[in-house]
Structure formats: C-alpha cells, structure tokens
C-alpha cells in the first residue's frame, strides 16, 4: 500500500491484515518520501518514471526531489 503521506495507506493496509491477509505491506515515509530520496518510480505499464501526482499544488510542496515532475 501506499499513498501520498502514508496516514490512508497505513488505516488500510491495517483494514486488510485484519480481514486476513498475510502479505500486506505498507511503503514506509509514503510515495513523496520515496521520491525525495531518489528512489525509482514506474508508471502503470512499469516503465520507469520521474512524474509523481502530487493531488493539487498545495500537496506538491512535499515533494522536494528537482528531479520528479510534479502532476495533478
């Protein structure tokens, strides 16, 4: 699971464990932190990317890595 600040993809990840599932895992520091450290993105088709989505402009300021191209 992962989501842009981690708070929803943890409540969910938590909802899944507890239903049953074994192998749910939830990207720690969320989506934004992995960007700030470099660390590479893909896209849906799993090609490598440097866009993130960031929701809006206001959430945009959490990226801080140059590098990525910040969508919404």
């Not at 992995?34 to 402009?57: E, P, Q, S």
Request: proline share 1%.
């Amino acid at each position: 699971m992962y989501c842009s600040i981690v708070y929803r993809s943890e409540i969910i990840a938590t909802k899944i464990k507890e239903a049953g599932y074994k192998n749910v895992y939830n990207l720690y520091g969320s989506i934004f932190e992995w960007a700030n450290n470099n660390y590479a993105l893909a896209d849906k088709k799993g090609k490598t990317t440097n866009r993130i989505h960031t929701f809006n402009k206001k959430w945009s300021q959490w990226v801080l890595n140059p590098d990525f191209e910040k969508i919404w």
